[in-house]
């Protein structure tokens, strides 16, 4: 139905997977901030989209031995995981899936170069990533991802994740960098300009990307970006597929066409497929 997701209105609906994204921006030079994206490999789930960096949790991720090597995770407003080990895991998953896709990691009690976060990503066949942060006295810094959203693919879509992203403000320094395998191409830039070049056929966006980028295009500055996921529903977010005619669209809560009938994200009600990109949209009067 479209290059970036594979719906089909028949299909039994399967459970969906936990997962976790980390949305990493920074203080632009001039005023509001810049996202780090990255596109993911044509094949696949989302297969040539760009997206933030993110995948689903892994067993490691859920082991007790991470209790030593990071601080406590936030406690979301809205409960988002049914015991403190998930809460812990979906964090570590976040920063897991953001080193081995885009070379970040945030990290107390002390920093690591550019060169050594592409180094550690090369390792983690080899070598767990609590031994890595151990050899050189850190931890993972949990604390630092500020809970933001969290979105389930439609049940009509093939893989299913329930997916909870968190907010991290990185430093001036952090360069970010693609992993040539899983991503394919990675940019810092403007959530405007990232939009701007959706809007402009040169990008792909699922839903939950544009919609965060629209949120956080408002942002004056780093610090109102987590003042924004401070105050952000975490209910939540299963779009639900409609078809009339040939018209295809992805209605969320709130729309007229949606079971949950309260908003949960600021914005259009609607995302409607329009020459192969899902583009936000107002339910029709």
Same mark, same amino acid.
């Given at each position: ?13 399967? /459970? ?11 203080? =632009?030079? @001039? ?6 994206? !990255? ?10 989209? !760009? ?8 067993? @490691? ?14 406690? /979301?407003? %809205? ?33 690591? =170069? ?54 991290? !403000? ?12 899983? %991503? %394919?191409? =990675? ?35 780093? =610090? ?14 299963? /779009? ?31 995302? !409607? ?13």
């Amino acid at each position: 139905m479209s290059g970036v997701l594979d719906l089909d209105p028949a299909r039994p609906a399967v /459970p969906p997977r936990d997962a976790a994204t980390l949305v990493v921006v920074r203080d =632009s030079r @001039g005023g509001g901030i810049e996202v780090f994206c !990255v596109e993911r490999q044509k094949i696949g789930f989302l297969g040539g989209a !760009v997206v933030f960096p993110g995948g689903k949790l892994d067993p @490691g991720d859920l082991d007790p031995a991470w209790a030593a090597h990071a601080n406590l995770p936030r406690e /979301p407003a %809205t409960p988002w995981a049914p015991d403190e080990a998930t809460r812990r895991g979906l964090a570590v998953a976040a920063c897991r899936e953001a080193l081995e896709e885009a070379a970040i990691l945030p990290v107390i009690h002390g920093e690591l =170069s550019h060169a050594e976060l592409v180094a550690w990503r090369g390792q983690l066949r080899e070598a767990k990533l609590w031994d890595l942060l151990a050899s050189r006295g850190l931890a993972l810094d949990l604390a630092a991802l500020h809970p933001l959203a969290r979105w389930i693919t439609p049940a009509a879509e093939a893989r299913r994740y329930d997916t909870r992203f968190f907010l991290f !403000v990185a430093g001036s320094s952090l360069e970010g960098a693609h992993d040539d395998h899983e %991503t %394919t191409a =990675s940019f810092w830039a403007r959530p405007a300009q990232v939009l701007g070049r959706f809007l402009a056929g040169e990008l792909q966006l699922a839903p939950p990307t544009h919609r965060t980028l629209e949120i956080l295009a408002g942002a004056r500055d780093a =610090s109102d970006a987590l003042a924004m996921a401070g105050g952000a529903c975490l209910e939540p977010i299963c /779009p639900r597929l409609v078809t009339h005619g040939d018209t295809v669209a992805l209605v969320l809560p709130g729309d007229p066409e949606h079971e949950v009938r309260e908003a949960r994200s600021p914005g259009k009600s609607r995302y !409607v497929l329009r020459e192969g990109r899902f583009v936000p949209e107002d339910a029709p009067a």
